[in-house]
């Protein structure tokens, strides 16, 4: 039905995270529709990511300057806590409320079985080593399974190579706005057992 090209160009747009065939379609068509206004800024922005955006070799975040700008403020490393996330996402997500001032470390995922993530795929060690400077680690994995086992072992972890750091998690339960009839078993067991 399409040439070639178009259909490897919907296949790799397809690729991407949260976009089926349909949504693909839609993007591909967008882009062509008008080359010059539409899709050649957007492969000058792809090329230029790929040319000067890379990971920091300190926390794991992208950024186009190695350590990125987050580990190379003088004021966030004073602060003395690191806070452990599995994902880029989840540091971005923490950077837009501003609540934490300190310093970041990208785990680049949770320990699961299922999909074969073993606590050695994880950037533990690189945490490891960071502990020198740190007074607190905040461990803000998410509230499943994989993401309590990962906070378990990293935890055993931090204790026996820093047993003075101090290591807190984030808070469990109840969100705000919600209704307690409709929360799982789960989520009230965790929330009147994290009660204060």
Known sequence: MHSPELENLIKAIAKLPGIGARGARRIALHLL?????????????????RETISVCAICGNLDSQNPCAICADPNRAA????????????????ERTGAHR??????????????????????????LVR????????????????????????????????????????AVGIPVGGAIEYLDEGTLRLAVSARR
């Open 131 to 170: 502990l020198p400077a740190a007074r607190e680690v905040i461990l803000a994995l998410p509230p499943t399974v994989d993401g309590q086992t990962t906070a378990h072992i990293v935890q055993q972890q931090i204790t026996a190579a820093a047993p003075d750091i101090a290591i807190t998690r984030l």
């Open 33 to 49: 529709r008008a080359p010059d206004k539409h899709l050649a800024p957007f492969m000058t922005a792809l090329q230029r990511a």
């Open 102 to 127: 300190g310093q970041y470390h990208v785990l680049g995922g949770v320990i699961s079985a299922l999909n074969g993530v073993a606590p050695d795929d994880l950037r533990v060690a690189e945490l």
């Open 79 to 94: 602060d003395g806590t690191i806070c452990v996330v599995a994902d880029i996402n989840d540091l971005w997500a923490f």
